[in-house]
């Protein structure tokens, strides 16, 4: 089984890229971040189409998550229950497999912008939230992934200037705190289960030609919990996507099952 997230920066503009990632990676289930459309707008005959069920929580302009599926994703819920929110940020579902269900949870984390400013209050607040809610869902479902956009560098090989960036967004040890609180739920980043290269990483600024001379940072994860960490075979990024013309920021992780 292949699980695969990726934050496609507008499902609008790169759609056909979408569409055609899928046809050359036929993943079993694709979590997209900021759709930045309405849920009028999404294009759920087409993705129907090219063989993929969907579960979606958009957002006009912002924001906005998806659960793309070979099967029917049940149980869905949108947001985190209890946390009042007005951003599409959360969406989980259940996919049924031959070896039992997979809670499948896909999130798009808060940017948080500068540490001190109300949104990297909001994020602080989220990310507490998240981690209850998620204790919660462990219990109900111990066969669980967790994927998406987190805003969150889980330390220095993750970022290309670690001491250049350190205690900036995405870099502080308050986010890494709460990056460490997931982990001590009984969650495994699925990357670091396998020797990788270094400077490895999932998002690139559009400016300075950062991708072209690697300066990125890895933020797109995908964790598992203790009962699926053994069926880990192998989990990537694939930076193919990066070069696409007018592409995402992101490149989508793949993790194998």
Same mark, same amino acid.
């Given at each position: 089984m292949k699980i695969a997230t990726w934050?496609? #920066?507008?499902?609008?503009?790169?759609?056909?890229? %979408?569409l055609d990632w899928l046809s050359t990676h036929p993943v079993d289930a694709l979590c997209l971040q900021e759709l930045k459309l309405s849920d009028d707008k999404f294009p759920a005959a087409a993705l129907q189409e090219a063989g993929?069920?969907? +579960?979606f929580m958009g957002q006009k302009t912002y924001n906005g998550v998806a =659960?793309?599926?070979?099967?029917?994703?049940?149980?869905?819920?949108? #947001?985190?229950?209890?946390? +009042? /929110?007005?951003?599409?940020?959360? =969406?989980a579902g259940t996919l049924h497999t031959d070896t039992g269900? %997979?809670?499948?949870?896909?999130?798009?984390?808060? #940017?948080g912008q500068e540490p001190g400013s109300d949104k990297f209050d909001?994020?602080?607040?989220? @990310?507490? +939230? @998240?981690q209850d809610w998620l204790q919660e869902q462990l219990q109900?479902?111990?066969r669980l992934v967790l994927v998406g956009d987190f805003n969150i560098t889980a330390d220095d090989? /993750?970022?290309? /200037?670690?001491?250049?960036? *350190?205690?900036?967004?995405?870099?502080?040890? +308050?986010? *890494? /705190?709460?990056f460490k609180a997931l982990l001590a739920l009984g969650l495994h980043d699925a990357f670091r289960l396998f020797d990788q290269a270094e400077k490895s990483y999932s998002w690139w600024d559009y400016r300075d030609f950062a991708f072209r001379r690697n300066r990125g940072l890895r933020i797109d994860y995908t964790l598992v919990s203790d009962a699926l960490k053994p069926l880990v075979s192998a989990c990537e990024i694939d930076r193919a996507t990066r070069k696409n013309e007018r592409p995402s920021d992101h490149a989508p992780v793949i993790v194998t099952l």
């Amino acid at each position: 089984m292949k699980i695969a997230t990726w934050n496609v #920066n507008s499902l609008s503009v790169r759609l056909p890229q %979408v569409l055609d990632w899928l046809s050359t990676h036929p993943v079993d289930a694709l979590c997209l971040q900021e759709l930045k459309l309405s849920d009028d707008k999404f294009p759920a005959a087409a993705l129907q189409e090219a063989g993929y069920h969907s +579960a979606f929580m958009g957002q006009k302009t912002y924001n906005g998550v998806a =659960i793309l599926s070979r099967t029917p994703v049940t149980e869905v819920v949108k #947001n985190i229950p209890g946390f +009042a /929110d007005e951003q599409s940020r959360v =969406i989980a579902g259940t996919l049924h497999t031959d070896t039992g269900p %997979v809670r499948l949870v896909n999130g798009y984390f808060v #940017n948080g912008q500068e540490p001190g400013s109300d949104k990297f209050d909001y994020k602080m607040r989220w @990310l507490q +939230a @998240l981690q209850d809610w998620l204790q919660e869902q462990l219990q109900s479902h111990p066969r669980l992934v967790l994927v998406g956009d987190f805003n969150i560098t889980a330390d220095d090989r /993750d970022t290309w /200037d670690p001491e250049g960036l *350190r205690e900036t967004i995405h870099h502080t040890t +308050a986010e *890494r /705190d709460h990056f460490k609180a997931l982990l001590a739920l009984g969650l495994h980043d699925a990357f670091r289960l396998f020797d990788q290269a270094e400077k490895s990483y999932s998002w690139w600024d559009y400016r300075d030609f950062a991708f072209r001379r690697n300066r990125g940072l890895r933020i797109d994860y995908t964790l598992v919990s203790d009962a699926l960490k053994p069926l880990v075979s192998a989990c990537e990024i694939d930076r193919a996507t990066r070069k696409n013309e007018r592409p995402s920021d992101h490149a989508p992780v793949i993790v194998t099952l």
